[in-house]
């Protein structure tokens, strides 16, 4: 029932901003106990979890990723972003965002990002 659907763009150039929005359909970014992911996949490489925001607005950062990461929301959309400030050609890769209710997980269908000059 809920879907999740990843927008941006496909290019980036190093040193700047990789920006990103997820639309939800089918539930509200405020449902009780939903956490709202970003989570990305580089080529041949496993999936990394990249930070959250919660149905009561926390946010949650991986540490390795928290200096350069910003998330938030626009509940009048009900969306939810990504920023990733300083890119560099390792921050390719396909970027999902994930409902998590409960521990029972739902993707977007992913959008592919190449960092390249």
């Known amino acids: 029932q809920v879907q999740l659907q990843e927008s941006g763009p496909g290019l980036v150039k190093p040193s700047q901003t990789l920006s990103l929005t997820c639309t939800v359909s089918?539930?509200?970014?405020?449902?009780?106990?939903?956490?709202w992911t970003w989570i990305r996949q580089p080529p041949g490489k496993g999936l990394e979890w990249m930070g959250a925001i919660g149905f009561s607005g926390s946010i949650y950062y991986s540490p390795s990723l928290k200096s350069r990461t910003s998330i938030s929301r626009d509940l009048s959309k009900n969306q939810f972003t990504l920023q990733l400030r300083s890119v560099t050609p390792e921050d390719t890769g396909v970027y999902y965002c994930v409902r998590d209710l409960d521990y029972s997980f739902s993707w977007g269908q992913g959008t592919q990002v190449t960092v390249s000059s």
């Open positions: 089918g539930d509200s970014i405020t449902t009780s106990g939903s956490y």
